[in-house]
Structures are given as C-alpha cells and as structure tokens.
C-alpha cells in the first residue's frame, strides 16, 4: 500500500508540472509582440538593429523620403518609402520587417508602386524589406537602437558630408556620399570609397582634373537613353542650332559656341558641351545634395497670391536626355519666373511639378509650396532625370494621381496642365489627352525647337498638339524656336492660363449642365412606383457636381395639369437637391405630357445660363392624351437636349419623338418601375459622350 501511495504521488506531482508548463506555455504563446513605430524618414542606416520589425505611419509616399535602389535598397534609403516601393504596404503604412546585409556595387533605380526609387553606385551596407511577420526562432526588439545624430560636418569636394562621432564599429551610420567632381565645371563621375574600420568618413579616391574632363569627353551616352539618337532624329542639322552628332560622340545637341565665352579647346568648355552620363553614377541621378539643401531655411509665410489668378496648376517637366544639361537648366529658370510672374498664394494660382522622362514622377505637389519664392528655390534644386520622352504616359499619370484632394486639390479652382516638350514626344498622346480632357483638365503645350522638314518622318504621332490641347484654337499651344528665346514666353503663357473663362476644359459632362427631369404624376403611375421614380431620379442626380456654378438640377411634375417643384436657381447644393427630390409629393391624374414639355421649356429651360447644356429627362408610364411631337421639337429648336425614359405602358413612337438624335440613344425603355435603375448608368454615359464628341475647334 506504501508502494501505491508513494506512485500516486509521484504521479499527482507529474501532472501538476505538466500542467503548470502548459499554461506557462499558454501565456508565453499569449504574449503580443510590442511593434515599435519609426518615421517616414527614418534610413535603414541609422538602426543599429540588424534585423527588425516595425510599423511605418500614413503618408510615407513622397520624394523627400528618397529610395535607393530596388528589391534590395541602400541603407541611406528611408525604409518607410523602400517598403512602399517594394509593394509591401500602401501609403496607409502598415507593419514591415527589414533585414540588412551586405553592401552592393551598384543599386538600380525604378519606378514602382508610385514611388520613384534612385540608382547609387556603390554602398557598403544594404537591406531587404518583407511582410511584418516574425521569422521562427528569431527575437525581435521592441525598441529600437539607434545610432548618434551627434555629427561634424568633413569636408570632400564640394559637399559637406556629416559623420557620426560616437557610433559602433560593428553597425556604422551610413555616410553621405561624396562626389569627387565638382559640379560647376566637370560632368559628374563615380567615386571609389574606402571605409577604415576606426571611421566613420569615406575617403574619395583623388582624380586629376585633367583625367575627368577627357574621361567625360569621351564617355558614350549609352543608346538605350538616348532618346533621339539617329533612330529618331536622323542626321539633318537644323537653323536653330539642334545638330546632332555622330552616335560615337555621345553628345545629343551642339550648343551655340558663343554662348559659353570660352575658348572651343578648353577643358571647361568640353565638359559643358559634352553630356555624357553613365547608368546610376551621376549625382543628378542620385539626388544627393549639398549642404545648403541638407539643411533647408525656414519656409516664407503663406501668400494669399494673386486673387485674379486662381488655378490648380500642374507643369509636365521634361528631363528627357535629348534636352541635355544646359536646355534643362534654362527650362527651370523658365519655370521659376513663371512662378514669380504666377503670384502663387492660398487664394491665387497653386503650381507644382512632374518631370517626365522614361516615367513621370512628382517633384512637388500643390500644398508643398505656397508662395512664389519657396517655389523658385524648390526648382532650382530638380534634377534631370532623363530618359526618353513619354508624355502620353506622364499625362495619363497627371489624371489618375495629381490632381487629388489629398495633393492640394481645391475643386473650386480649375484644373491646368502645362506640358514642356523639347521637339516631340516618344510615344502616343491623344488617348491619355482625351481622357484627361474629359476629367476636366486644361491642357496647355509648350512646344520647343519643333521638328524640322527632314526631321518629320522620326515623329511618331503627327499633329500631336492639335490632338492633345484643350481646343485646337491655337490659345492652348505656344511653339518656342529655340529653348534660348523661352523667356519671352513667360507672360503670354501666364495671361492664358489665368484666364479662368477661356479654361474650356475646366467644364465636363458632370459639372456644366442645367438638368430638367419632367415627371409623370398621372393616376396609372401609383403611390409606390412613383417613389421609385423619385429614387431613379436621385441616382442621376447625385452622380453630378452641383453647384450654383457647376450642374443644376430642376423638376416639373405633370398630369393633365402641371406644376414646378423646384427650378434651377433653387438648390446649389447636391445634398439639398436630393432633399427637395424626396419631398416631391405624388399629384394623381391624366397624361398631358405635350403641355409637360411646352411647360418645362417656359419654366425652366428659358431661364438656364448660356454656358449651361440644356438637358431633359422626362418619364412617363403611358400615351399621351395631347400631342407631343411639336413641342418637343419646339425644345430641340431651343438647345434642350432631350431624353425619354418610358415604363410599362409608354407609347414608343412617343418617346422618340420626344428624344433627341440620334434616338437609340436618347430614348430608353423598361417593361415596370423596378427596373428603372437599370438605365441610371447607361443614361449618364451617353450624356458624357454626348459632351466629349464636340467638336474642339
């Protein structure tokens, strides 16, 4: 019995350690992992942690938090934007995990997920970013160790580089590089960098200068960047100076010798006039800066602007490599006195820049800058991107992410684009143009050197501008013969663009309409279908901008009689049209729908703006007891624009006799009330073709 008791008890002891173990477990698995956050522009480089989980904040998509590289990115990258770049979290943030390893010789940049990443020639420490899940057996810090910010300013060339002064030697902050060319006189070259483990500051291998100007002289633009090389600009050489060299030379355009006052030999002279570049290894490429733009000063106060002048204005920059250094310079001069002569302020003119080269990307947007003066230095401080010329793509970008509320958007101001183009594009623009036309977008060109008569045939869309612009008048296109004489340009642009009643394309199919809906109140109609009416009758309206200067919207109920619900000078609000729609009271009685029409054209269509397109929805459930034939044309004689909607019992020749041409589509026909939502779409898509089809003279 001793035996049995001493095993029972064994036994009781056995389970209760292994009871307590499972729950020690249990409250082990049961313990969250704290996930610290970092910011939007915290480098990979300045956490000593090698491998890690964080949470990067909303709103990390932006060009001041540079990337470079792409899949794997160098540690002076910000993480939040790399992640974004990687397409591992959206502009909402989210959870990352990021591993470094070793450094590369080279780092390709790309244009990903919205964020343009940049090339770097070599970095001696780099990272991966992944989903933010935690890899088995691997301990990850809830805080985060970071290197000193305590830094000294060394100089090496031209850049003052700051360095950490207290930092481990297993885990270095990551240094800015250092170019060892200076800018002023010499095309930018790769430096060779050595990190001596007890420092913390490269050290730039010296290069004579001599060696760099011939070096650059020599070096080929590779062909695949040049973008009008001998395939698309043939070898003809033009009055303006736009003389294109042999293939071998590297060189894109022959600059006027005059312009540079040196002599033709000299080295300075040969580095200007050569622009050659090599694949991730310029520092205009880089978007490393100087010191000046390390640390920037403060902002001006906001500027209320030039009041008269009150756009949302968008400039496509082209930083193509056909323009060549010196051409880009001037067009960022040409931009920043636009921008003086503009007035930029909260209640004038807004202005921010795309530079499109192979893809477009935003240097800033319409809330970065708000008066004219931080906005010429952001200019100056661009970099050429290069590539070749795609402004149908650049436009096509400009309609889907520039213009957005979140951008700077204000919805009252009209929409402009103004695209600089040197020569002609590289690839197809009336497709991209139209649709951003028809989002209400002004488009304005701004033509430079065009082709000339031997240079035609190496154009890919012909008559590009006729095909891209607002209207064809000749207002919306200014054609420049030489990139020197663009400074005689800044006014006429300036007044065109801030002449708010000449912007056509500010109106679309959905916000410069005055809608009439005349509804059949008639006894057949019923209670319940005429609330469904009703409803059919807000679903069109609420997929319009109504304002007292956008779309209005008004409403004639009839039977044999007929009434006026509301006119278009009413409700200036779409939340109050849909209110004064519900209130709508159901009438009862025959079918007059001639007098309907005749009534709806005295009360409402008489009094429409002369800028408004006047446009009819009338609804009925049945025939007629008058004629409807001659007071529908009466209204087309008139300008209104006239669809009929018929349910069950309407007499089809009756409605195409109301409709306007062509009938197919302006007339529409459901067998009961319930399907009537059917249409709303269709119905709306025909008014905007209808719009889009005018003419563009």
Same mark, same amino acid.
């Given at each position: ?171 270095? @902050?990551? =240094?800015?590089? !250092?170019?060892?060319?200076?800018? #002023? +006189?010499?095309?930018? $070259?790769? %430096? &060779?960098?050595? @990190?001596? =483990?007890?420092? !913390?500051?490269?050290?730039?291998? #010296? +290069?004579?200068?001599? $060696?760099? %100007? &011939? ?19 043939? %070898? ?382 009338l609804i009925t459930d049945g025939r007629s007891y008058d004629d409807v034939s001659m007071p529908a044309m009466a209204a087309h004689q008139n300008g209104v624009i006239a669809y009929s909607v018929g349910v069950a019992w309407a007499a089809p020749d009756e409605l195409e006799a109301i409709a306007s ?37």
């Open positions: 019995s001793f035996s049995l008791i001493l095993c029972l008890f064994v036994l009781g002891v056995f389970l209760t350690c292994t009871y307590t173990a499972k729950e020690a477990t249990k409250k082990t698995k049961k313990a969250k992992l704290y996930v610290p956050q970092i910011d939007c522009d915290v480098k990979a480089g300045k956490i000593i942690n090698p491998e890690f989980i964080a949470k990067c904040p909303p709103g990390c998509q932006d060009v001041k938090y540079r990337v470079y590289g792409t899949d794997i990115y160098a540690s002076f990258s910000s993480v939040c934007n790399a992640a974004i770049h990687s397409g591992i979290i959206d502009n909402t943030g989210g959870k990352i995990l990021v591993q470094k390893v070793a450094g590369h010789s080279g780092y390709r940049g790309s244009f990903s997920n919205g964020v343009r990443s940049l090339s770097l020639p070599r970095w001696r420490e780099s990272f991966l970013v992944s989903e933010g899940k935690p890899r088995k057996g691997v301990t990850y810090p809830s805080t985060l160790e970071y290197s000193s910010s305590k830094s000294t300013a060394v100089k090496s060339g031209n850049v003052n580089v700051p360095t950490g002064d207290a930092i481990r030697k297993e885990h270095q @902050t990551t =240094p800015v590089p !250092t170019p060892a060319t200076q800018m #002023a +006189t010499t095309t930018p $070259t790769p %430096t &060779t960098t050595t @990190t001596d =483990p007890s420092t !913390t500051v490269p050290q730039p291998t #010296a +290069t004579p200068a001599a $060696t760099r %100007t &011939t070096a650059a002289a020599a070096k080929t633009r590779p062909g695949l960047h040049r973008v009008r090389d001998m395939a698309f600009r043939g %070898t003809s050489t033009s009055a303006s100076n736009r003389n294109i060299l042999r293939h071998n030379t590297g060189v894109q355009r022959q600059e006027p010798v005059a312009t540079f006052q040196r002599a033709a030999g000299s080295s300075a002279h040969l580095a200007m006039e050569t622009d050659s570049w090599k694949p991730g290894l310029s520092l205009f490429d880089t978007g490393f800066s100087s010191k000046e733009e390390l640390n920037p000063k403060p902002l001006e106060p906001v500027s209320q602007g030039n009041q008269n002048c009150k756009v949302d204005l968008s400039f496509l920059m082209d930083g193509s490599w056909s323009i060549g250094k010196r051409r880009f310079q001037l067009q960022k001069r040409f931009l920043g006195n636009v921008a003086q002569a503009l007035g930029i302020g909260s209640a004038g003119p807004l202005m921010g820049i795309v530079q499109y080269g192979d893809d477009p990307s935003t240097e800033f947007n319409l809330k970065t800058y708000a008066n004219s003066k931080d906005l010429r230095n952001a200019i100056e401080k661009i970099q050429q991107k290069g590539g070749l010329s795609n402004v149908g793509k650049a436009l096509s970008f400009v309609n889907k992410n520039f213009f957005l509320d979140a951008n700077g958007n204000r919805g009252g101001a009209p929409n402009v684009v103004v695209v600089m183009v040197d020569g002609w594009p590289t690839d197809r623009v009336e497709e991209a143009s139209r649709l951003a036309r028809e989002s209400g977008i002004n488009i304005f060109f701004v033509t430079v050197e065009a082709a000339a008569q031997s240079e035609k045939q190496n154009v890919i869309e012909t008559n590009f501008v006729d095909k891209a612009v607002c209207r064809t008048s000749g207002f919306y296109s200014i054609n420049v013969p030489s990139w020197f004489s663009l400074h005689k340009v800044v006014q006429p642009l300036v007044k065109r663009v801030c002449d708010t009643d000449r912007l056509a394309c500010s109106k679309t199919c959905l916000n410069s309409a005055d809608i009439g809906f005349v509804i059949d109140g008639s006894s057949s109609v019923g209670t319940g279908n005429f609330r469904t009416v009703l409803q059919f009758v807000a679903n069109i309206s609420k997929e319009f901008e109504i304002s007292d200067t956008d779309t209005r919207i008004g409403a004639v109920q009839y039977t044999y009689e007929q009434r006026l619900e509301f006119s278009f000078d009413k409700h200036s609000t779409k939340q109050d049209v849909l209110n004064a729609i519900k209130r709508i009271s159901y009438w009862s009685g025959g079918t007059s729908t001639g007098a309907a029409i005749s009534y709806a054209s005295e009360q409402l269509f008489s009094k429409s703006k002369p800028n408004k397109r006047k446009i009819m929805i041409d062509p009938v197919k589509e302006h007339s529409f026909f459901v067998d009961e009330f319930d399907n009537l939502y059917r249409y709303v779409n269709q119905l709306i898509q025909n008014i905007c073709t209808e719009f889009n089809s005018q003419p563009r003279n």
